[in-house]
């Protein structure tokens, strides 16, 4: 270390002065000594003598030489380093003598033995402590390594491009001279180790999490540092931004190939990730049957997350009430729980058994609050199970609906359920049979758990694809009004009896409109969120209807195809109601940014009032 | 229950694929993988830039790594950027491995949606 290096320097050269120092003193005593042996003085023996001398002056006898030598020996002390013990009895002569001097005269009176004035004489100490240097150095994690031979590290590379033995033996030793001589440059990496760190689990994980970091980072488009004092001659498409234009399409090489979008969601906590499940892959076997990939809108390339599970997921949804969670329900009937922190397997699977589902779950639904919520899904053998999410050994209650509508049996095969808003005893389910029946969880006064049998809404001529209750979100309430869609080519817009006042007699409950732009199976209605008159739909055609009611009844206000014309499966409106998610029966997911219209005006809730009216009285 | 290797293989031939899409992303001009000493694993580019830039970045990112944790003992350097007049670089660091990215800003497409 150079520092401690420099230090020793310092201290070496101290010490060398200190040694000349006393050196030059050295020289200077004996050559002091030695004129004082001139004037017949002996060196080793001269304090005592001078000393003697003293007494004896004080008696009697004073040699005059011996104050001349005093003389000279008073001068030169005074120069000499005050340290020296010897310098300091002379000093003390010195004034001694100098008494004794004065005193000469009457030394004659030997009885009277002069007392020497004693001057006590102050003597600064200098004691000085050896500064301390605090010398503070700061290490860096990496350690150096010493450039070995660089020939033992050539070995057999006779390969392309990512070897480049043969160069850094040219470009390390200027490279080692250019920043700070202190890290050597590092050895470079054979062909086998880097194979062998290419392929371990940790760099595969680094590289994972890292990749997708710096993707993340390029995708952004903003560029922070535009100076907009420069004239830019780019022009910039603004009017694409008002209308309902594609954002993006979401597929991968690996993962959606071959399959198709069973189901489609986003989350409630990060309003950029939206998940997508896919079903199976008939072209490989060696694939997971069942995949859900959670998308991120900033990460347009790749998944963020790969999920997988050993059949098919048919409906799949971000936990509401868990950050981290993703349910999905699959073709055997199993509910599965994965993990975002967990791997791509699921943490959580129901059983196999007869206690929970043994048909496809087409249907699923979180309903309750924060610290009570149930999950409840419906399978197509008309079994309604309802679960706790940390316990999927069996469910919590199992519920089956049966209806004598068919003559055979009495099941329903029910493929859509919904609840609508705030409502969690109650509910409604589209069947394979085209008809749709409210059912209830429990036995209440006045009706019993299961379907209510005396309310039917038979309009559909073929099975419900969708059922998609108003959602709460203005200041008057639609929450009775609900949408479906079937593969008779028909929307149909429903007003819910109320389940407060169950009816006595069977009745017959009739739309309240019916929609029938379409050329194709719908396969999908929601309503949007934020705007009270709008809902979308999407057909086998592969096109994409948004309906607003408050400007049109018959028609869609604007319907678009997507690409490829192959069917739309589902649909997905974000938490804002400015997007949607569409998934193709070709394993793409679109995202569609809806623009203004997308956005409720203030009269919007009030003149759909008086459109459903319109409607009733029609 | 649970699968060596996590059910979804990574392997070599994913970091070969992701890096290929990366570098192709508009601006990129090269990715290199280095470890903490600053021997390199894998890049994209020449081997004299590649070099020069195995060196002096991860130099670099010690010396950040340094500075975050003189400043709180706890912490450390995730994500370093630097931003110059004509290029972008961007390092990711873990405990092993670093991933330097090197883009040109200026290419990159304007408008956010």
Redesign the interface.
Known sequence: MLPADRRKEELEKKRAKLAELRAAKEARKSALDASRRDSSATDSTSERRDLDDLVSSLVGDRPVSRNRSRDELGTPSSVSSPLDPHVLREALRAPASETARTEKTPADTPAEKPRPTLVSADFVFFDVPPREKVMYT?E????T?DFPNADAVEGPDSRSS?N?DA??LA??PP?AKT?EPE?P?????TEAE?KS???SE??????????K???R??N????F??DYAVNDD?I?DDSA?KNVHR?CSFSDERWTRNRSVADCGWSQKHPELLLAAYSKNHASVTD?DGVVLIWNLHLR??PEY?F?SQSDVTVAAFSDFHQNLVIGGTYSGQILIWDMRA???PVLQSPLSAAGHTHPVYSMRIIGTQNAHNLLTASTDGLVCSWQLDMLAHPQEALDLVHPSNLKSDGISVTTMAFPYNETTTFWVGTEEGSIYQANRYDRAGSKAGINGLDTYNAHYGMVTGLDFHPLSGPADFSDLFLTSSVDWTVKLWRAKSASKPSMVQQAITPLCSFEDADDYVYDVKWSPTHPSMFASVDGSGRFDIYDLNSEIEVPTVSLTTGTGRALNKLAWDKEGRRTALGSSDGLLYIY?LGEISQPRSDEWTTFQRTLAELESR | ???QK???Q???A??EA??T??TS?T??QGIV?A?????????TLD??Q???IS??VT?LA??G??VV??LDPEDDLT?L?I?SKKNEI?V???K??L?I?I?N??E??????
């Not at chain 2, 470890?35 to 890049?43: D, K």
């Open positions: 700061k860096i994690q990496t350690e390594i990512p480049r160069e850094p470009a390390e490279a920043p890290t440059p590092p050895e470079p990496l880097r760190i290419l392929s940790t760099f595969l994980n680094f590289f994972d999490y890292s990749s970091l710096v993707e980072a390029l952004e488009p903003y560029d540092m535009t780019r910039i931004g954002v997971a390339e790749r790969i997988q791997k791509s397997r940014d | 229950m649970s699968l996590d059910g979804v990574k392997d070599y994913d970091v992701t890096l899409r990366i992303h601006g990129v993988i470890t903490h000493e600053g021997s390199v694993i894998r890049s081997n004299i590649t070099q020069q060196t002096l130099q010690a010396r790594k340094s944790r003189d994500f950027r931003r961007m990711a660091e873990t092993q491995y991933l990215t883009q800003p200026n990159l497409q304007k408008g956010w949606i």
